[in-house]
């Protein structure tokens, strides 16, 4: 079964905190990994689309980068306006739908 | 750009009412979905529609219909509306396979 993992749940950093998310996925012939960001009350908004091992993609202060089993969403030196559930997805196996982890909500404090 | 609107942004139903949440998008996409999200179960996907004139059952369809009404357009609709179905409701379009989905701002919905 497709399946879609994020770590850590929760992560509080400091301002200035550098950290990174993971998300781990078993589909099988990935098609496409998907990053977008969600804001309480709002609808998930598109970060990033990763399509191969190696490849990296920056935004701001995110970058994402993707292995054959993973993705690390890496924050540099964090604001208090990141602090947002940010979430991960893959298409499934027929490539109808994207399957979503259940993200990883991020507090930063300055 | 609108680009996803769904409405009603919020309802509330006593069990066994029936409702139709509705969902648009202007941005001429063949494909449209309908997510479900409640507290630390994530996205989970409801119905999804490829292009118009189809559509499919996702992960977690039972006691929910759809409709795809034209390009523009996509309904959820609950027949007869339960507790468990307290929940916010995304509509989503994408372009095609694989491109990157554009997300309503939800439909907050509580079941009484």
């Known amino acids: 079964e497709d399946q879609v993992t994020q770590s850590p749940e929760a992560l509080r950093l400091q301002e200035g905190e550098s950290s990174s998310l993971n998300c781990s996925y078993t589909v099988s012939g990935l098609r496409g990994l998907f990053w977008y960001r969600q804001d309480p009350g709002k609808g998930p908004e598109f970060l990033f689309t990763l399509y191969s091992a190696g490849e990296e993609k920056e935004k701001e202060r995110l970058k994402a980068t993707l292995t054959k089993k993973e993705s690390f969403l890496h924050i540099t030196a964090p604001k208090p306006e990141d602090s947002a559930t940010y979430l991960c997805?893959?298409?499934?196996?027929?490539?109808?739908?994207?399957?979503f982890g259940k993200g990883t909500t991020l507090s930063v404090s300055s | 750009n609108a680009g996803v609107t769904q409405t009603p942004k919020f309802q509330v139903l006593k069990t066994g009412q029936s409702m139709t949440l509705q969902c648009a998008q202007d941005m001429n996409h063949n494909s449209m979905y309908w997510y479900q999200q409640d507290p630390g179960m994530g996205l989970r996907l409801i119905y999804y529609s490829a292009s118009e004139g189809t559509t499919d059952k996702g992960e977690v369809p039972n006691g929910y219909n759809v409709s795809r009404l034209n390009k523009r357009e996509f309904s959820l609709r609950l027949e007869s509306a339960a507790p468990s179905q307290t929940s916010v409701y995304f509509c989503?379009?994408?372009?095609?396979?694989?491109?990157?989905?554009?997300f309503g701002e939800g439909s907050r919905l509580t079941v009484l």
């Open positions: 989503a379009s994408t372009g095609g396979p694989g491109g990157e989905l554009f």
């Open positions: 997805a893959v298409p499934n196996q027929a490539g109808t739908a994207l399957i």
